[in-house]
């Protein structure tokens, strides 16, 4: 706890995290792919925008209240689904989920999780359930009985990873899924004891070898194998029709994650979408792919009757305002909250959430607003470019 008395923002989380963990678990949280140039847009896109506030305004009324598919939130942000999140947390899917309740924020459960999604479901009823679509209907069929089953009432479907990404940068840092055993793995795991006894040796103790236990209905393989490879096979020829197979099965609120042109956001409206989440995947997919903050403003005029959120690059409550002044109804951060999980468990996440919250209060009083419904684009200008 003395370790969150020196964390005054999201990106310390980060410096921390680094040290506690192993370099092959690191790298899967911090890594985007191949020369990491879509990571590095999708924070330059924020400082492209530059506030013209309000003065005068009388803002001690301030409300950072938003409501998304009937369910009210006591903030504009929320937590991305990162698979794994057991690797670096002890039960980190449930302390991730736990803590985003206990702060009314929204949180995604990622289907590469490694504890069931009925004890995720139980332990935080409120939270989403991200799932990537299998390869033929029966098994799309299987999939939404059980995450139904358990108890989720809400559904991102992620559909910007039709093939594997390239495993440049995790490969040469150790990293691949499921991990291979290794003298150097091992070396990485003894060299980090908080990590190899708090963390994967109680897991093993309490709960066994984790397994990719959400990715298809049944069971998945186990983290740790020298050769069992994760189903990523027979996902090339998805398309609408597929989605339209998950609509016509999900009864809830139904989500598109990784909507890059409005031509999609407009087919998801069409195929029966509920919302979407704009994402270049945070950095982690395409190389070179524009920042979400980039598309975003396209993409809500071209699709009003959509709830439009946005992930990828959230790193301060400035961020959260920009992002919300061109048309998003809520964000989401997947790094930062993962790192603070590392940091800290619970309490990290907590502490994260309230970072957050913080700044955006302050930056709305400083804005000159008292709601989120009176940010809009007449607050935000094109950063004059630098003439040097």
Not at 50 to 66: D, K, N
Not at 130 to 146: M, S
Not at 184 to 203: E, M, N, V, Y
């Amino acid at each position: 706890m003395s370790k969150l008395n020196t964390i005054h923002c999201l990106d310390d989380f980060q410096r921390i995290a680094r040290t506690r963990l192993p370099r092959q678990l690191y790298s899967y949280i911090a890594n985007g792919a191949d020369d990491e140039q879509s990571m590095r847009f999708n924070r330059e896109a924020f400082s492209r925008w530059a506030f013209t506030p309000r003065i005068l305004e009388g803002v001690e009324r301030r409300s950072q209240e938003i409501s998304l598919f009937g369910q009210s939130y006591a903030s504009p942000f929320g937590i991305s689904p990162v698979g794994l999140a057991a690797m670096w947390c002890y039960r980190g899917d449930i302390v991730l989920a736990r803590a985003a309740q206990e702060s009314n924020v929204p949180a995604i459960m990622s289907g590469a999780s490694l504890i069931r999604m009925e004890e995720v479901a139980a332990a935080a009823p409120n939270t989403w359930f991200q799932a990537y679509i299998p390869g033929d209907d029966v098994r799309i069929a299987e999939l939404i009985r059980r995450i139904a089953t358990a108890g989720f009432k809400t559904l991102v479907v992620t559909v910007d990873l039709p093939v594997q990404v390239n495993p440049e940068r995790y490969v040469k840092n150790g990293f691949s899924t499921p991990l291979k055993p290794s003298v150097r793995l091992a070396w990485d795991g003894i060299s980090h004891p908080r990590w190899l006894l708090g963390t994967f040796g109680r897991t093993l103790l309490s709960h066994g070898m984790p397994h990719f236990e959400n990715w298809r209905a049944e069971r998945g393989a186990p983290i740790l194998s020298a050769n069992v490879q994760r189903d990523m096979v027979a996902r090339d020829h998805l398309s609408w029709e597929n989605f339209k197979v998950v609509r016509n099965q999900w009864k809830g609120p139904l989500i598109v994650k990784g909507v890059m042109r409005k031509e999609d956001a407009l087919r998801a409206q069409n195929a029966g979408a509920d919302g979407i989440i704009v994402s270049n995947h945070g950095g982690r997919q395409l190389d070179g792919a524009l920042s979400p903050l980039d598309v975003l403003p396209e993409i809500v005029d071209a699709a009003p009757n959509l709830t439009v959120m946005m992930d990828s690059g959230i790193r301060r409550g400035t961020d959260v305002l920009k992002a919300m002044a061109l048309g998003a109804q809520c964000v989401f951060n997947g790094r930062s909250f993962n790192f603070a999980a590392t940091t800290a468990g619970g309490a990290g996440v907590r502490h994260a959430i309230g970072i957050l919250r913080t700044e955006v209060d302050r930056d709305m009083a400083l804005l000159g607003v008292n709601r989120l419904d009176d940010i809009d684009r007449s607050l935000l200008r094109p950063t004059p470019r630098s003439t040097s």
